[in-house]
């Protein structure tokens, strides 16, 4: 399997079908694996690339907790991209996958054709509520680090049977890369010039205003709401997402096609 040598760590990246480039990036303490009901779908007209996060899965592990932030997983996203030779793609991911999204287009704007934003948050602008997160965040990490991979045996079902080596990957991607720094996401939202879509399950309940919260801010978004799912939407639903996605990439399809036409 393909891997993607990032400053000495390596990243699982795996691509599917050819076309116009997806990138999607999975939640936190989930891998590459939670898309699998959708590649055949997905790759079906696109090049399709998912990737396991440094910390997660297939990818590495490094051991200095610097290597584990916002930088490095962005910049970790432009190495793929280049890695597939995908000078633009279509960006999104689920949950922290999503923020990672966000944060890509604020860093790369030029590197994004469009936006799926999937069961996310954009992040805080108050610093109280932004520590509140930070400090849950540290504490999951925490527990990691006291009881191993049998935290995930109780968690949402992109996370229950999913596979990592070991636990520290996670404890030290909880303290950086789950944590947030500043309220730069956020406040770049209303700058968002590419098509996006936003999606949530009408179950997740931490998500929702966060959604609609996105889909105000960010001009002339999309917003897909789908009964009967949790976090986890596409697994939760995945033909209803399947539903809810191939649209708006249908229509990227084919504002492209007019456009080479004139």
Do not use: C
Not at 213 to 233: D, S
């Amino acid at each position: 399997m393909p891997k993607l040598n990032r400053d000495g760590v390596e990243i699982y990246y795996e691509v599917h079908g050819s076309g116009p480039p997806l990138l999607l990036t999975h939640g936190y303490s989930s891998t590459g694996e939670m898309w699998q009901g959708q590649v055949e779908a997905l790759s079906r007209d696109h090049q399709l690339v998912l990737w396991d996060m440094r910390g997660h899965g297939r990818s590495d592990y490094p051991d200095d907790p610097a290597a584990y932030s916002e930088a490095a997983t962005v910049a970790d996203m432009v190495a793929l991209l280049d890695e597939v030779g995908a000078a633009k793609a279509i960006v999104g991911g689920l949950s922290l996958g999503g923020y990672m999204s966000l944060a890509f287009y604020r860093a790369h704007p030029e590197r994004v054709r469009a936006l799926l934003i999937i069961d996310t948050g954009p992040g805080f602008k108050k610093d109280e509520a932004r520590e509140a997160w930070n400090k849950r965040a540290r504490e999951t990490g925490d527990r990691f680090e006291r009881e191993g991979l049998a935290v995930l045996k109780s968690a949402s079902r992109e996370r229950s049977d999913v596979s990592h080596r070991d636990a520290s990957g996670l404890a030290r991607a909880a303290r950086g890369m789950l944590t947030q720094r500043d309220a730069r996401v956020i406040e770049s939202l209303p700058d968002i010039t590419v098509p996006s879509l936003v999606v949530v399950g009408a179950d997740d309940a931490p998500f929702l205003a966060a959604s609609d919260y996105m889909a105000a801010k960010i001009p002339g978004a999309a917003k897909v709401v789908i009964p009967g799912a949790g976090h986890a939407v596409n697994i939760d639903q995945p033909q209803a997402f399947i539903d809810a996605v191939l649209p708006f990439l249908d229509s990227l399809d084919a504002k492209a096609t007019q456009k080479a036409a004139s």
